[in-house]
Protein backbone atom coordinates (compact mmCIF):
# COMPACT_ATOMS: atom_id res chain seq x y z
CA UNK A 1 0.00 0.00 0.00
CA UNK A 2 1.08 3.40 -0.90
CA UNK A 3 0.72 6.11 1.79
CA UNK A 4 -0.10 8.71 -1.40
CA UNK A 5 -2.95 6.40 -2.56
CA UNK A 6 -4.17 6.05 1.12
CA UNK A 7 -4.15 9.52 1.44
CA UNK A 8 -6.37 10.63 -1.01
CA UNK A 9 -8.43 7.44 -0.46
CA UNK A 10 -8.65 9.35 3.18
CA UNK A 11 -9.37 12.65 2.02
CA UNK A 12 -12.37 11.68 -0.16
CA UNK A 13 -14.12 9.11 2.40
CA UNK A 14 -13.56 11.85 5.15
CA UNK A 15 -14.95 14.67 3.14
CA UNK A 16 -18.12 12.35 2.70
CA UNK A 17 -18.03 12.32 6.35
CA UNK A 18 -17.53 16.14 7.24
CA UNK A 19 -19.50 17.44 4.73
CA UNK A 20 -23.34 16.94 6.14
CA UNK A 21 -21.32 17.49 9.65
CA UNK A 22 -21.01 21.47 8.40
CA UNK A 23 -17.20 21.13 8.17
CA UNK A 24 -14.85 20.74 5.34
CA UNK A 25 -11.40 20.44 4.98
CA UNK A 26 -8.74 23.30 5.19
CA UNK A 27 -7.42 24.72 2.54
CA UNK A 28 -3.65 24.62 4.35
CA UNK A 29 -1.79 21.96 1.79
CA UNK A 30 0.95 21.56 4.44
CA UNK A 31 -1.44 20.53 7.37
CA UNK A 32 -3.86 18.49 5.37
CA UNK A 33 -0.96 16.57 4.00
CA UNK A 34 0.57 16.16 7.55
CA UNK A 35 -2.65 15.37 9.34
CA UNK A 36 -3.53 12.41 6.55
CA UNK A 37 0.14 10.64 6.38
CA UNK A 38 -0.30 10.27 9.78
CA UNK A 39 -3.38 8.97 9.88
CA UNK A 40 -2.67 7.02 7.60
CA UNK A 41 0.34 5.54 9.42
CA UNK A 42 -1.60 5.21 11.82
CA UNK A 43 -4.23 3.30 10.35
CA UNK A 44 -1.35 1.01 8.92
CA UNK A 45 -0.13 0.61 12.59
CA UNK A 46 -3.12 -0.08 14.35
CA UNK A 47 -6.25 -0.99 11.32
CA UNK A 48 -7.80 2.16 12.34
CA UNK A 49 -7.56 6.60 10.91
CA UNK A 50 -7.31 7.60 14.94
CA UNK A 51 -6.52 11.60 15.16
CA UNK A 52 -3.31 11.62 15.09
CA UNK A 53 -3.28 14.64 17.68
CA UNK A 54 -5.10 13.10 20.62
CA UNK A 55 -3.57 10.28 22.80
CA UNK A 56 -4.58 6.83 22.62
CA UNK A 57 -5.80 5.19 26.30
CA UNK A 58 -6.29 1.26 25.10
CA UNK A 59 -9.71 1.53 26.38
CA UNK A 60 -11.55 1.34 23.19
CA UNK A 61 -14.57 3.32 24.11
CA UNK A 62 -12.20 6.22 24.66
CA UNK A 63 -10.66 5.32 21.80
CA UNK A 64 -13.31 5.16 19.42
CA UNK A 65 -14.09 8.85 19.76
CA UNK A 66 -10.76 9.44 18.43
CA UNK A 67 -11.42 7.93 15.00
CA UNK A 68 -11.16 10.51 12.44
CA UNK A 69 -13.60 12.33 11.37
CA UNK A 70 -14.05 12.56 15.04
CA UNK A 71 -16.55 16.04 14.75
CA UNK A 72 -19.40 13.84 15.97
CA UNK A 73 -18.46 12.59 19.59
CA UNK A 74 -16.63 16.34 20.60
CA UNK A 75 -19.26 18.43 18.51
CA UNK A 76 -19.77 21.20 21.31
CA UNK A 77 -16.08 21.49 21.72
CA UNK A 78 -14.98 22.00 17.83
CA UNK A 79 -17.87 23.92 17.12
CA UNK A 80 -16.71 26.45 20.08
CA UNK A 81 -13.22 26.39 17.89
CA UNK A 82 -14.88 26.32 14.10
CA UNK A 83 -12.52 23.57 13.50
CA UNK A 84 -11.48 20.22 14.98
CA UNK A 85 -8.47 19.98 17.06
CA UNK A 86 -5.77 19.05 14.12
CA UNK A 87 -7.32 21.63 11.86
CA UNK A 88 -8.08 19.07 9.20
CA UNK A 89 -11.61 20.19 9.37
CA UNK A 90 -13.25 23.70 9.42
CA UNK A 91 -16.60 25.01 9.85
CA UNK A 92 -17.60 25.97 6.63
CA UNK A 93 -18.56 29.24 7.66
CA UNK A 94 -14.66 29.92 8.37
CA UNK A 95 -12.97 32.77 6.01
CA UNK A 96 -9.87 33.15 7.66
CA UNK A 97 -8.73 29.67 9.18
CA UNK A 98 -4.98 31.22 10.02
CA UNK A 99 -7.14 32.79 12.36
CA UNK A 100 -8.48 30.48 14.52
CA UNK A 101 -6.79 28.67 17.69
CA UNK A 102 -7.04 25.61 19.90
CA UNK A 103 -9.16 26.33 23.02
CA UNK A 104 -8.65 23.35 26.08
CA UNK A 105 -12.44 21.26 26.18
CA UNK A 106 -12.29 22.65 29.96
CA UNK A 107 -12.13 26.71 28.32
CA UNK A 108 -15.27 25.75 26.42
CA UNK B 1 -8.22 -12.86 -24.56
CA UNK B 2 -11.51 -11.20 -25.18
CA UNK B 3 -14.32 -12.43 -23.51
CA UNK B 4 -18.21 -11.21 -23.08
CA UNK B 5 -18.52 -10.98 -19.58
CA UNK B 6 -22.03 -8.76 -19.16
CA UNK B 7 -24.03 -6.24 -20.83
CA UNK B 8 -23.39 -2.61 -19.58
CA UNK B 9 -27.42 -2.41 -18.44
CA UNK B 10 -26.21 -5.10 -15.78
CA UNK B 11 -24.55 -2.95 -13.73
CA UNK B 12 -26.08 0.30 -12.45
CA UNK B 13 -23.90 3.18 -11.91
CA UNK B 14 -21.67 2.50 -8.64
CA UNK B 15 -22.59 -1.08 -8.72
CA UNK B 16 -20.64 -4.17 -8.89
CA UNK B 17 -21.61 -7.69 -10.59
CA UNK B 18 -19.36 -11.19 -10.31
CA UNK B 19 -18.94 -13.16 -13.36
CA UNK B 20 -16.71 -16.14 -14.10
CA UNK B 21 -15.07 -16.50 -17.10
CA UNK B 22 -12.55 -19.33 -17.65
CA UNK B 23 -12.48 -20.39 -14.10
CA UNK B 24 -11.18 -16.82 -13.16
CA UNK B 25 -14.20 -14.78 -10.69
CA UNK B 26 -14.27 -11.21 -11.70
CA UNK B 27 -15.89 -8.50 -10.23
CA UNK B 28 -17.37 -6.14 -12.32
CA UNK B 29 -17.49 -2.52 -11.51
CA UNK B 30 -19.17 0.59 -12.99
CA UNK B 31 -17.18 3.77 -11.46
CA UNK B 32 -18.87 6.62 -13.01
CA UNK B 33 -20.28 4.79 -16.23
CA UNK B 34 -17.43 3.48 -16.85
CA UNK B 35 -16.31 -0.58 -16.41
CA UNK B 36 -13.52 -1.35 -14.12
CA UNK B 37 -12.51 -5.42 -13.45
CA UNK B 38 -11.09 -6.84 -10.72
CA UNK B 39 -10.40 -10.00 -9.19
CA UNK B 40 -13.51 -11.37 -7.18
CA UNK B 41 -12.00 -12.59 -3.97
CA UNK B 42 -10.63 -9.93 -1.44
CA UNK B 43 -7.04 -10.10 -0.83
CA UNK B 44 -7.21 -10.25 2.61
CA UNK B 45 -9.13 -13.71 3.06
CA UNK B 46 -11.25 -13.97 0.16
CA UNK B 47 -14.51 -12.92 0.80
CA UNK B 48 -16.85 -12.00 -2.66
CA UNK B 49 -16.04 -8.52 -3.07
CA UNK B 50 -19.14 -7.97 -5.22
CA UNK B 51 -20.91 -8.06 -1.68
CA UNK B 52 -19.32 -5.26 -0.85
CA UNK B 53 -19.83 -1.74 -1.39
CA UNK B 54 -17.96 0.53 -4.20
CA UNK B 55 -17.44 3.90 -2.67
CA UNK B 56 -16.15 6.10 -5.55
CA UNK B 57 -13.43 3.98 -6.43
CA UNK B 58 -12.83 2.47 -3.58
CA UNK B 59 -14.06 -0.86 -3.19
CA UNK B 60 -14.53 -2.33 0.25
CA UNK B 61 -14.89 -6.14 1.08
CA UNK B 62 -18.28 -7.31 3.06
CA UNK B 63 -16.17 -9.60 5.45
CA UNK B 64 -13.25 -7.36 7.53
CA UNK B 65 -14.10 -4.01 5.33
CA UNK B 66 -10.33 -4.00 3.81
CA UNK B 67 -10.30 -1.65 0.72
CA UNK B 68 -9.02 -1.77 -2.74
CA UNK B 69 -8.67 0.83 -5.53
CA UNK B 70 -10.66 -0.73 -8.52
CA UNK B 71 -8.63 1.62 -11.05
CA UNK B 72 -5.32 -0.47 -10.09
CA UNK B 73 -5.79 -3.20 -7.85
CA UNK B 74 -4.06 -1.36 -5.08
CA UNK B 75 -4.56 -2.27 -1.39
CA UNK B 76 -5.87 1.03 0.34
CA UNK B 77 -6.44 -0.48 3.81
CA UNK B 78 -6.24 -3.80 5.89
CA UNK B 79 -9.02 -5.60 7.48
CA UNK B 80 -10.97 -3.49 10.60
CA UNK B 81 -10.11 -4.84 13.82
CA UNK B 82 -13.72 -6.17 15.01
CA UNK B 83 -15.61 -4.90 17.88
CA UNK B 84 -15.16 -7.15 21.02
CA UNK B 85 -18.42 -9.40 20.93
CA UNK B 86 -19.76 -8.70 25.20
CA UNK B 87 -22.05 -11.80 26.69
CA UNK B 88 -20.36 -15.15 24.58
CA UNK B 89 -19.17 -18.18 26.56
CA UNK B 90 -15.92 -18.73 27.56
CA UNK B 91 -14.85 -21.15 25.02
CA UNK B 92 -16.21 -18.51 21.96
CA UNK B 93 -14.10 -16.08 23.65
CA UNK B 94 -11.19 -17.97 23.44
CA UNK B 95 -11.86 -19.56 19.91
CA UNK B 96 -12.14 -16.17 18.80
CA UNK B 97 -9.04 -14.54 20.19
CA UNK B 98 -7.32 -17.88 19.02
CA UNK B 99 -8.45 -16.80 15.75
CA UNK B 100 -7.45 -13.59 15.84
CA UNK B 101 -4.37 -14.25 16.76
CA UNK B 102 -3.44 -16.73 13.91
CA UNK B 103 -5.06 -14.75 11.10
CA UNK B 104 -2.58 -11.44 12.46
CA UNK B 105 0.11 -13.01 10.31
CA UNK B 106 -1.98 -13.02 7.37
CA UNK B 107 -1.19 -9.75 4.76
CA UNK B 108 -3.66 -8.01 2.62
CA UNK B 109 -2.70 -8.78 -0.92
CA UNK B 110 -3.51 -5.88 -4.13
CA UNK B 111 -5.92 -7.60 -6.17
CA UNK B 112 -5.38 -8.53 -9.53
CA UNK B 113 -7.01 -5.88 -12.20
CA UNK B 114 -8.43 -7.38 -16.00
CA UNK B 115 -8.92 -4.89 -19.03
CA UNK B 116 -12.05 -4.12 -19.54
CA UNK B 117 -13.04 -3.01 -23.32
CA UNK B 118 -16.87 -2.07 -23.89
CA UNK B 119 -18.09 -2.59 -27.21
CA UNK B 120 -21.74 -1.27 -27.58
CA UNK B 121 -23.49 -2.70 -24.90
CA UNK B 122 -21.24 -5.12 -24.23
CA UNK B 123 -18.71 -5.84 -21.41
CA UNK B 124 -15.76 -7.68 -22.43
CA UNK B 125 -12.73 -9.06 -20.30
CA UNK B 126 -9.88 -9.95 -21.04
CA UNK B 127 -8.46 -12.72 -19.30
Redesign the interface.
Same mark, same amino acid.
Given at each position: MSIEARKQALKYLFSQVAEPLGYRLTTNDWLLNFCLEQEAKNEEKLGIPYCPCQMLTRDREHDMKLVCPCIPFHRKHYDAMKRCWCGLFVHKDVVDESKLRQIPAKEV | MLTNAAKVEDIAMGGLKSVEINSHEITLCNYEGKIYAVERRCGHMNAPLDMGTL??K?LICPMHFA?F?IT?G????? *?? *?A? *?IKGLPQNAVSHFAFLGKLMAHIKTHDLKTYKVVVEGSDIKVDV
Open positions: - | NGIQDTERLSG *PV *PA *P
